[in-house]
């Protein structure tokens, strides 16, 4: 969906489009979404308190990280091509990070264990 450069919906100034509909730079990734989430949310803020708005600019361009098979992946970033095992390693390390921090210890390690997690 077209946005302007406040990621508002083209013609609609009261609704916001963000994540992977929204028509930006980077749209389809997770850091995206998460960062059109954070800039609208404050974005809706300083309009309530009737404040200026700053035009949304991505923070930086995303790391793409890519499993290709098992001990295998691609790592992408800014025409840096990286192959092999490490950014399978990388990339776990990540997945792993992520889940540790949303889980409990107990839960985590029992799915970790069960190979849920792989």
Excluded: C
Aim: net charge positive.
């Amino acid at each position: 969906m077209l946005v302007n450069e406040f990621l508002q919906a083209q013609g609609l100034e009261d609704i916001y489009v963000v994540g992977d509909i929204a028509d930006t730079t980077y749209a389809g990734l997770a850091q995206t979404a998460v960062s059109n989430g954070a800039y609208v949310g404050k974005t809706i803020a300083h309009t309530i308190k009737g404040k200026s708005l700053s035009p949304y600019k991505p923070a930086h361009a995303p790391v793409h990280v890519m499993p290709v098979g098992r001990f295998w992946g691609v790592l992408h970033y800014k025409g840096l091509v990286i192959t092999g095992i490490l950014p399978h390693m990388a990339r776990y390390a990540v997945d792993v990070f992520y889940f540790w921090r949303r889980l409990s210890l107990r839960h985590f390690l029992t799915l970790y264990i069960k190979g849920k997690l792989k």
